[in-house]
């Protein structure tokens, strides 16, 4: 019926006419708003599978409307369970003609992070929106070129820091910002766990493999969420007790940042290791986060007292509402393609800084 009026309206010049008087009309004509973006999952891994697709389930903003899969024994588990169209599914090969597809209006890379480069950029130029997860990509110069598409596109590019969504989070965010305990000395911060898998892309570096890129960047988030700054060195030491599983990359990565106030950050990570927590140490105070960076919310507590804790259903499911949100209105998302990229700048500095054994400048 809404439908039909506008037609009629659009028709008779009715909205053209209105919305010389009305930027509002104008925007609503030319582009009439969806209630739901329907999201289309590229890779159909353990991320996708186990934490995505559900969060879509619970998402107000969003539907889970498409795959793009190279494994076609998955495609009638996917379609049972999410009622997914045959003609909003995709392959590697067809993947650009999504461009046709009306019913798509985001594309969500959940690629090994090599992969994440080529499926942003040819999504971007299908004219879809982009949610990349992260590590953004294994280069400086892949980040800049996704970047670099989605602006000439004209569509919107969002990282996968589910994290930044989360309220937990935000609040030390806050304290970097209104520093109530004062200057920030040092941050501690640790991400890792143990993968027992021994042939799998986060050990193969041309896949974009490595403890850095894959947890470390919580650990690197961290650091620079809890300082609000950027890290101007880097010192950082690898190392492997499975050379046998973790010769092309790191098993282990430490690495110590220095920031403009003259803040530090000593981080790990590790896919060897179970470790999350970040303590951060002020003038006159500390905090602490433990978990820090899990799935259904994190928990920490401040020297005077405040406790941190906002149990969450689904991080993902708010992430992705929130980043639908913005593209509907048009508005900054929380965790553009930019914040990914900064991530990324250390974490080349880190493996120059471990390869060559010695503090590197950023
Ligand atoms: P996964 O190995 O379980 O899934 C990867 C998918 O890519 C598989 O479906 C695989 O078939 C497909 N693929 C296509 N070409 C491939 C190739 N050449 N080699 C290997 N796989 C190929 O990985 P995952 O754990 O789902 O991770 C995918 C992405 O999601 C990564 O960027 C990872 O860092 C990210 N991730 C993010 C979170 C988070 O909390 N934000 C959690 C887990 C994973």
Redesign the pocket.
């Known amino acids: 019926m809404k439908n039909q009026r506008r037609i009629f309206l659009q028709k008779t010049g009715i909205i053209a006419a209105a919305s010389a008087f009305s930027p509002n009309v104008l925007l609503s004509a030319t582009s009439p708003k969806k209630e739901k973006l329907g999201v289309a999952l590229v ?6 599978t186990d ?1 995505l697709a559900p969060a879509l389930q619970l998402t107000k903003n969003c539907e889970l409307k498409g795959i793009v ?3 076609p024994e998955k495609i009638p588990v996917w379609k049972e369970k999410y009622g997914i169209a045959d003609k909003n599914i995709y392959n590697y090969q067809n993947y650009d003609t999504i461009a046709n597809n009306p019913e798509i209006d985001v594309i969500y890379v ?4 090599s ?2 480069a080529e499926y942003t950029v040819r999504g971007a130029k299908a004219g879809k929106h982009i949610w990349c ?3 953004m990509a294994p280069s400086i110069a892949d980040c800049e070129a996704m970047i670099k598409a989605c602006n000439d596109n004209k569509v919107k590019l969002a990282i ?1 820091y ?1 994290c930044q969504h989360d309220p937990g989070i935000q609040a030390y965010m806050k304290v970097a910002k209104e520093k109530p305990f004062g200057k920030i000395k040092m941050v501690t911060s640790a991400a890792g766990y143990f993968d027992g898998r021994t042939d ?2 986060k050990q193969k570096k041309n ?1 974009g493999g490595g403890a850095m890129g ?1 947890m470390g960047v919580y650990a690197l988030q961290g650091a620079r969420l809890a300082t609000g700054e950027e890290p101007i060195s880097v010192l950082a030491q690898a190392s492997t007790t499975r050379p046998e599983v973790y010769h092309e990359v790191e098993e282990t990565m430490m690495f110590q940042l220095e920031f403009p106030s003259g803040a530090r950050a000593s981080c790990q990570t590790s896919f060897g290791i179970n470790m999350n927590h970040l303590q951060v140490n002020y003038e006159k105070g500390w905090l602490k986060m433990e978990p820090h960076s899990s ?1 259904r919310g994190n928990k920490g507590s401040m020297s005077n007292g405040t406790e941190i804790n906002y149990p969450i259903e689904s991080q993902q499911a708010k992430q992705m509402d929130e980043d639908a949100m913005a593209i509907m209105n048009k508005t900054d998302l929380l965790v553009p393609g930019e914040e990914g990229l900064r991530d990324i700048r250390v974490v080349e500095a880190i493996y120059k800084s471990a390869n060559a054994n010695c503090t590197v400048k950023i």
């Open positions: 890779g159909l891994g353990y991320y996708s934490l899969t190279g494994s959940v690629l090994p992070p992969m994440h997860e992260k590590p996968g589910r799998h892309w896949l894959d799935y």
